[in-house]
Every structure is written in C-alpha cells, then in structure tokens.
T-cell receptor
Framework: GAVVSQHPSWVICKSGTSVKIECRSLDFQATTMFWYRQFPKQSLMLMATSNEGSKATYEQGVEKDKFLINHASLTLSTLTVTSAHPEDSSFYIC??????????????FGNGTRLTVT | AQTVTQSQPEMSVQEAETVTLSCTYDTSENNYYLFWYKQPPSRQMILVIRQEAYKQQNATENRFSVNFQKAAKSFSLKISDSQLGDTAMYFCAFMPGTYKYIFGTGTRLKVLA
C-alpha cells in the first residue's frame, strides 16, 4: 500500500513552454503533498507544500508564479512549470502523507520526473 | 535554524560486512521524528527506518538499525550483512513539529563484491 504515482517520468520541452507534472496517491488520501527538486548528486530541496483545497505554501526563494501548484482533490496534486527555461531542468519529486494514519506517518514518494528544457 | 548534517559524502563496504552512516541534527524541539531513506539509481525514495524522539529504544528493521543519541543529536544508521542491492544514496531526514522533512546532504554508499 501507500503508493504515490508521478507522471510523466521524464519530459523534454522547448524553452518558453509549460509542463505539467501530476502526483497521485493511489490507495490513500493526502491532504498535504510536498514538491521537491533534486539537482544531480545533491539532496532534495523542498519547493512547496501543497494543501488540498487551499493555496500552496512556497519555500523562500521559490517563484510561485513560475511553479504553479494545484491540489484539487485528496489524491491529486499538480506542479506546472510555466515558461520553462534550461535552468529549470532538474529532477522533481512529489511526496504525500496518508492523512488517515496521523503522525508520524512517513512520507511516501513518487518516482520523480526528469525535466529537460532545451 | 534546524539542520541535518551527513558528514560522509561517500562510503564503501565489502559485501557481507557492516557499515555505519552518520547523521547529526540541530534543533531546539523536544518532540520530532527521524528517518533514513534510500535512493537507489532508479531515484525512487524508499523508507529504510524511522525513529520517534520520545522513544529511547533504537529502531531496527531486519539488517538495518539505528543508534539514536538524543542528547548528542545523533542518528546513525547501521547496515549489517551488506548486500549489493544496498548500493544507493542514503538520506537522513528530520521532521519537527512543522511536519516538513529536512533532509541531510546524503551519503553515497557502494557495496563491493
């Protein structure tokens, strides 16, 4: 159980276009999901906390107008990279916590999305 | 600021041997949770083990165990009988009352045949 599905696994897009990444909790409900960015051989950097039915909370230094987050249901959060540029190329990972298991239920991670902007 | 430090960027161990990965953290909170995650080449984050700060007993999961020293703010991971499949990046994570994870910089472990 506790599977998080992230799609697509990889995507290549042209500079200036937008890309949407989906994160779904398949067998549990998640009121909160987290979006991370990981550069090669580095740790995970939290970008934002996605809250179902309300606005996302962005970490300092993350442009909310560039990285649009929508958490429309208890099982789906999306991250849209708008007007992508080569410097946005990275590995993006989502995670979610089962709301029905309370704390300290650990985070479950998606498989990640490798974004390459040309 | 709450921080997590993994002082060993890379480590290697012979198959079947034991290896210990170190992790220290800094916090003023009393109640929190600690985790070790494994990220193999597939880049999927896999939970290895977790520890509640209020529990004095060290957590164990099969070949994986931790040495939790709350006063020293230390949370090391011991892998016994290392296997080739243990080759991965290992991240220590700290979860304070904000419920967000704070990750360490990671330790790249290579198990040698």
């Amino acid at each position: 159980g506790a599977v998080v599905s992230q799609h697509p696994s990889w995507v290549i897009c042209k500079s200036g276009t937008s890309v949407k990444i989906e994160c779904r909790s398949l067998d549990f409900q998640a009121t909160t999901m987290f979006w991370y960015r990981q550069f090669p051989k580095q740790s995970l950097m939290l970008m934002a906390t996605s809250n179902e039915g309300s606005k996302a909370t962005y970490e300092q230094g993350v442009e909310k107008d560039k990285f649009l987050i929508n958490h429309a249901s208890l099982t789906l959060s999306t991250l849209t990279v708008t007007s992508a540029h080569p410097e946005d190329s990275s590995f993006y990972i989502c995670s979610a916590r089962d709301r029905d298991r309370g704390l300290p239920s650990p985070l479950h991670f998606g498989n990640g999305t490798r974004l390459t902007v040309t | 600021a709450q921080t997590v430090t993994q002082s060993q960027p890379e480590m290697s161990v012979q198959e079947a041997e034991t290896v210990t990965l170190s992790c220290t953290y800094d916090t003023s909170e009393n109640n929190y949770y600690l985790f070790w995650y494994k990220q193999p080449p597939s880049r999927q984050m896999i939970l290895v083990i977790r520890q509640e700060a209020y529990k004095q007993q060290n957590a164990t999961e099969n070949r994986f165990s931790v040495n939790f020293q709350k006063a020293a703010k230390s949370f090391s991971l011991k892998i016994s009988d290392s296997q080739l499949g243990d080759t991965a990046m290992y991240f220590c994570a700290f979860m304070p009352g904000t419920y967000k994870y704070i990750f360490g910089t990671g330790t790249r472990l290579k198990v040698l045949a």
